[in-house]
């Protein structure tokens, strides 16, 4: 009877369980009805330990790069004062202190560099009237101002390391996206511009910006990104005559683009132009009329570099160098290594040469270094030149691959080249060959040597990995030395 009694009991529990269709209940199945889950709701929230262990590996990587970057600029602009290593401070800071007292564009013959576009002024005439204002001191203010170099200079970071998450978007592609970020926060080129007072970082930052949304834009075709590099651009000739460049390079690669029709080129293409002529139009057009004595100084000299930069009139004539054919078609890697130093002074140091000029101002810039650095600047260029080789392999690679994006990087690394080459031709002096001029070449230059490695052996993948890492390494050493 008892056991008669516990099986007639085992359909009752099962009903006032949720009818459970099954006989052969278990017991942990059974414990399991009758205390439920608790509710998410009523879970404990998890600690900040436990949120930080649940990052992803990948952006711990992209967030050590980025504090890698900072830390170099603000450990070089600390050790920096704004009238070292720096390219004539004092008229860049007339020319802010111009705007401060007069909030209107200067006249080009009434200061040294007077004749630049005026973005970077008004903008850090703002910081420096405010500071000012609230009784910071002179020097002070003009350390404020060093350090506005390196927001831009972090910011020029953000977005090239934007470009390259666009140009190695694949999850296999991580390892050529790390070493891309990796070379851009330690490169020294864009690090010199950290400390300085002058529209060169600024330039760098808007260059950078160009260069995002140039990508996006070739990524996608859409409409938004086109009217934001036309607005970019007609930003970029506001704040240096460089910019001009982004102009045939886009419009160049629209003549090639494949996701538009021929009306549609031509319809965008002339609203481009209408946005960058009504948004920026306006300046030349205000120059011409306030600087009649400079443009009839300009014409004068007969010069394109002069009428783009009307101070190169006015060089110290031992800047001036050689200007004939050898100038230009001589690169010796074994003399770079050799003279490892700029010097814009003094032919000993194969100031003529413009081509090792600029490559060596990469990453010594255009300044004499203390003598015992010299072997560090050896071996960053050694590792530079073999990267410049892979460059040349990734060149020819995504060319004969038909590579996504090979028309607008070899579109800009050759327009670069060759605007900066003309203007050195116009004005040839060793002060226009140095690399802030043209700090776009380093998305090309890096994007090329680092893609190489999609098309080579694994051994020569490992060789040029191992120079990008000691490259980084002896970079970030060289600018860390420097005082």
């Known amino acids: ?18 009818k459970c269709e099954r006989k052969d209940i278990s017991f942990l199945e059974l414990r399991r009805l009758q205390f439920p889950p608790v509710s998410p709701r009523t879970k404990k929230r998890p600690g900040i330990l436990s949120k930080i262990q649940t990052i992803p590996e990948e952006h711990w990587f992209i967030a050590s790069i980025f504090l890698l970057g900072l ?35 200067p006249a080009t ?27 910071v001191t002179r020097e002070d203010i003009l350390v404020l101002l060093q350090y506005d170099s390196v927001i831009f200079s972090m910011l020029t970071l953000v977005f090239g390391m934007g470009a390259a998450f666009v140009l190695f978007p694949k999850k296999s592609q991580r390892t050529s996206f790390y070493a891309f970020s990796l070379l851009l926060a330690t490169f020294p080129g864009l690090i010199y511009l950290s400390a300085r007072i002058n529209n060169d970082t600024f330039f760098a930052m808007v260059a950078s910006l160009w260069f995002l949304l140039f990508l996006l834009w070739w990524k996608d075709g859409s409409m938004k990104h086109w009217l934001w590099l036309n607005l970019c651009i007609a930003f970029g000739i506001l704040t240096k005559s460089n910019s001009l460049l982004f102009l ?44 009649t004595r400079a443009a009839e100084a300009v014409i004068q000299t007969d010069s394109i570099g002069a009428a783009l930069v009307p101070n190169l009139t006015n ?25 490892p130093i700029n010097n814009a002074w003094d032919d000993v140091h194969r100031r003529d040469y ?30 530079a030149l073999i990267l410049l080789a ?59 040597a680092i893609s190489s490695m999609e098309f080579l052996p694994k051994w020569l993948r490992q060789t040029c990995m191992f120079a990008c890492l000691t490259l980084a390494f002896l970079s970030a050493c060289f600018v860390s030395s420097l005082h």
């Open 71 to 105: 830390f170099l600029r603000l450990l070089y602009t600390f050790q920096t004062p704004y009238n070292v290593r720096e390219h004539d401070v004092d008229g860049h800071i007339e020319y802010i202190e111009y705007v401060v007292d007069h909030f209107t564009i």
């Open 248 to 291: 045939p390079i886009v419009y160049g690669c629209l003549l090639f683009f494949p996701k538009w029709s021929l009306g549609k080129k031509v319809r965008n293409g002339c609203i481009g132009l209408f946005l960058i002529a009504i948004l920026s139009g306006w300046y030349p057009v205000y120059r011409s009329v306030i600087d």
């Open 390 to 448: 892979f460059a040349f392999a990734g060149f020819l690679g995504n060319i004969l691959f038909k590579r996504a994006y090979w028309l607008p990087l070899s579109m800009t690394a050759f327009v670069v080249l060759f605007g900066h080459t003309a203007f050195r031709f116009s004005v040839p002096y060793s002060s226009t060959q140095d690399f802030r001029y043209s700090p776009l070449l380093v998305f090309p230059f890096l994007f090329f």
């Open 315 to 339: 060089l110290n004539g031992a800047l001036r160098v050689k200007n004939g054919v050898w100038s230009y078609l001589t690169f010796q890697p074994v003399e770079i290594l050799r003279h």
């Open 354 to 383: 413009f081509y090792e000029f600029l490559f060596r101002s990469m990453f010594v810039g255009a300044f004499d270094v203390a003598p015992e650095l010299r072997l560090a600047a050896q071996e960053m260029h050694g590792a």
């Open 109 to 135: 013959i009434d200061g040294w560099e007077f004749y630049q576009p005026p973005s970077y002024y008004f903008l850090t005439a703002l910081h420096f009237g405010l500071a000012d204002a609230l009784g």
């Open 1 to 18: 009877d008892s056991v008669r009694a516990e099986s007639d009991m085992a359909p009752s529990v099962s009903e006032g369980m949720g």
